[in-house]
């Protein structure tokens, strides 16, 4: 059983910053990827960022340049640094985890958290 946590969205005018959290906790063994997606009202939910165990990380293109996804010490953690935001990054932020529950296995389990708005206005 995994759990994720989304904290720090808020509204915030353009051109402005917001520091996202998200915490693993549960019965986990390794977390392999940590990431962040989001989702403005429609049906796509948008990959924004991903970091693994090793500290390779990915971008969307849309936001590359302007956020920085990060693992905190304890690698249970990851951040998404989000400056120079715009309108249209206006969305419901979902972190995501690609988790490994049991070393005898190895086999990997994708949990999401419960999302956390974001929204840029003026």
């Known amino acids: 059983q995994v759990q994720l946590v989304e904290s720090g969205g808020g509204l915030v005018q353009p051109g402005g910053s917001l520091r996202l959290s998200c915490a693993a906790s549960g019965s986990i063994f390794s977390i392999n990827v940590m990431g962040w997606y989001r989702q403005a009202p429609g049906p796509q939910r948008e990959l924004v960022a991903t970091i693994n165990n090793g500290g390779a990380t990915n971008y969307a293109d849309s936001v590359k340049g302007r956020f920085t996804i990060s693992r905190g010490n304890a690698k249970n953690t990851v951040y998404l640094q989000m400056n120079s935001l715009k309108p249209e990054d206006t969305a419901v932020y979902y972190c995501?985890?690609?988790?490994?529950?049991?070393?005898?296995?190895?086999?990997?389990?994708?949990?999401w958290g419960q999302g956390t708005q974001v929204s840029v206005s003026s």
């Open positions: 995501k985890a690609i988790v490994v529950v049991s070393p005898s296995n190895g086999a990997q389990y994708q949990y």
